[in-house]
């Protein structure tokens, strides 16, 4: 599990990790005085290798922006997007700088309204969408490998010998 430091050194030399810089899905207790109403800070999701911060999320945005994130990184970059609505409010002002920065940038832009925050949402469940489409297509695509493999074995086996296929298909077909 990768954590995070605050890069002050105990006396051993180790780094000490700071509260607010890495939470994990167990459960820290908090300082006393801690009043339990307040809106936390930092926001973590369990994913499948690691947890990511609101931090890591937010240095994540202009690479989602540009369209240079991967899809595991696009993957968990959405998850956390759709649980976390300060880093959503901060995708959401940088969504609308970018967007309104290419728009004048354009030649020819007009004084032409455009509302970017359906914009915003529509991006974020297209490229959900196209992950979705990427992990069935990965599937279909392994499960059409498995049935070749399955086939070719089934004929290698067949032709040594071992296991006649077309006598088991021929007792299948006269029952």
């Known amino acids: 599990m990768r954590q995070f430091m605050s890069g002050h050194p105990d006396r051993k030399g180790r780094s000490l990790m700071a509260m607010d810089e890495y939470r994990d899905d167990r459960e820290i207790p908090e300082p006393s005085g801690y009043r ?4 936390k800070e930092r926001h ?3 994913t499948t290798t690691r947890l990511l911060t609101c931090r890591e999320i937010i240095s994540m945005i202009p690479d989602y922006l540009n369209n240079n994130l991967s899809d595991r990184q696009l993957e968990k970059f959405l998850e956390h997007i759709q649980h976390c609505s300060s880093c959503y409010e901060e995708l959401e002002t940088n969504f609308m700088v970018d967007r309104t920065v290419r728009y004048l940038d354009k030649p020819g832009s007009g004084d032409t309204s455009f509302n970017l925050k359906p914009m915003l949402r529509q991006d974020l469940e297209r ?4 992950l979705k489409e990427k ?3 990965g599937r279909v695509r392994l499960l059409i490998i498995l049935i070749t493999l399955l086939l070719i074995v089934l004929l290698v086996l067949d032709v040594t010998g071992v296991f ?10 006269s029952l």
């Open 44 to 46: 973590t999701i369990t």
């Open 135 to 137: 992990r069935i297509s």
């Open 164 to 173: 006649k296929i077309t006598v088991f298909l021929s007792s299948i077909l």
């Open 36 to 39: 339990k109403n307040r809106k």
């Open 127 to 130: 490229k959900q969408k196209q």
